[in-house]
């Protein structure tokens, strides 16, 4: 290794900084044109097809119309075009009515305890500003029910059972 810093200095003087010699760029070139070779009896005929192919391809996508989806002009990942969405439930607040689509496999949320099921509940429904004055209609009626209460122990109160006040409160069909 002490053998390499000899060399570093003369190198650098002869070919001057790194960038101008580094081979990254055409490595990752030579990556993508390999991808294109699917008969590896002859590699450079293949090579050249599927460039040809390639190059045809994103050529024709200009002639279609604007709502062909093509490999250059495919839809956005969230796009749902434009549709917005419509609910069984009436009165469902804005911030849950956004435009878009699902992104990624479906799968089942798995919590790994009820607790952090719960804890997640709590916080998404108190950051809600449509939960506002529920919330402040919760902490009355705590406050009306033990008088004297620290605002430590109502958050811990909040924490605990407004998920399940709320569902009193409001008629749902589960």
């Not at 002859?42 to 709502?67: D, Q």
């Not at 549709?83 to 990624?104: D, H, M, W």
């Not at 949320?109 to 509940?121: R, Y």
């Not at 500003?129 to 919330?135: A, G, L, P, S």
């Amino acid at each position: 290794m002490e053998h390499l810093r000899v060399h570093l200095p003369h190198e650098a003087s002869l070919g001057g900084s790194v960038q101008f010699r580094w081979m990254y760029p055409f490595e990752r070139f030579m990556k993508t044109l390999k991808g294109k070779a699917k008969n590896l009896a002859r590699v450079e005929g293949s090579i050249v097809a599927g460039s040809l192919t390639e190059k045809t391809s994103n050529f024709s996508s200009y002639y279609f119309t604007p709502n062909v989806r093509t490999k250059k002009r495919g839809t956005r990942r969230y796009d749902d075009g434009g549709v917005i969405p419509t609910y069984a439930v009436e009165g469902v607040p804005n911030i849950f009515a956004q435009i878009g689509r699902l992104a990624g496999k479906l799968r089942e949320v798995w919590w790994s305890s009820p607790k952090d099921l719960h804890c997640a509940h709590t916080y998404i429904l108190l950051q809600c500003e449509e939960m506002r004055t529920f919330e402040s209609l919760f902490e009355t009626q705590v406050r009306e029910a033990i008088e004297g209460i620290a605002d430590d122990d109502l958050n811990k109160r909040k924490d605990q059972h407004f998920v399940l006040w709320l569902k009193t409160q409001v008629d749902y069909d589960e």
